[in-house]
């Protein structure tokens, strides 16, 4: 918002109260906002933290019977494998520093 309000207009730039501007006006506003925010956060984090609590000591009795499946192993190592392949290949296609930062020149716009 405050972008907006000083780019296209001169509303922060005109008096609210006296010599007070509505600049300062706003920043204080801000200054509560962001104060209240802190303390709803803070509150809300305590039950967070209790859910938190609960998951992980559910997965910790749980632990034993999980197994790493072998079909999700091989998909991360073939994804790895992947993008190291294609990182490679496009590496060995790179020769200057100018065609590593610009695309060869190919970009426009």
Do not use: H
């Amino acid at each position: 918002m405050l972008p907006i309000l000083t780019s296209y207009t001169t509303i922060l730039n005109k008096s609210a109260i006296g010599s007070i501007t509505w600049t300062w006006v706003y920043v204080f506003a801000q200054f509560i906002m962001t104060w209240a925010l802190c303390m709803i956060y803070v509150r809300r984090s305590i039950k967070f933290d209790e859910l938190a609590a609960e998951i992980v000591e559910e997965n910790m009795r749980k632990g034993a019977e999980n197994k790493m499946s072998p079909i999700a192993l091989m998909l991360f190592v073939i994804i790895v494998a992947i993008t190291l392949i294609i990182t490679y290949w496009a590496a060995k296609r790179t020769n200057t520093t100018s065609e590593f930062y610009t695309a060869g020149g190919c970009l426009t716009g």
